[in-house]
């Protein structure tokens, strides 16, 4: 089993940069694929990035790409969200998951098994 626990959120300016974590605890962090995904008010939960097990491969939504970089450091327990030129539309929560699939990245929540709580991001002026 594993915990999961997002930080890093908080209000940015437009054209502004955040660096989201994830940090997990219990099983070793490089047995699962992590995904980041975000939920706007009244909107349904979408993918925006993920990064399999040792972080060879990435994936990341038409919307983010060019701007957002996930990355995972397994020796701190702790996957990145780098986010750069940030958009008043990038306002949700931030959810970060892990997968115990074998491999691979996965960008439906379908394949996740574990959830954190979620950390606020905010673009505005």
């Known amino acids: 089993q594993v915990q999961l626990v997002e930080s890093g959120g908080g209000l940015v300016q437009p054209g502004g940069s955040l660096r989201l974590s994830c940090a997990a605890s219990?099983?070793?962090?490089?047995?699962?694929?992590v995904g980041w995904f975000r939920q706007a008010p009244g909107k349904e939960r979408e993918f925006v990035a993920g990064i399999s097990r040792f972080g060879s491969s990435s994936s990341y939504a038409d919307s983010v790409k060019g701007r957002f970089t996930i990355s995972r450091d397994n020796a701190k327990n702790t996957v990145y969200l780098q986010m750069n030129s940030l958009k008043p539309e990038a306002t949700a929560v931030y959810y970060c998951?892990?997968?115990?699939?074998?491999?691979?990245?996965?960008?439906?929540?379908?394949?996740?098994?574990?959830w954190g709580q979620g950390t606020q991001v905010t673009v505005s002026s």
């Open positions: 219990g099983r070793a962090f490089s047995n699962y694929a």
């Open positions: 998951a892990a997968s115990e699939r074998a491999s691979g990245v996965f960008t439906s929540e379908r394949w996740y098994d574990h």
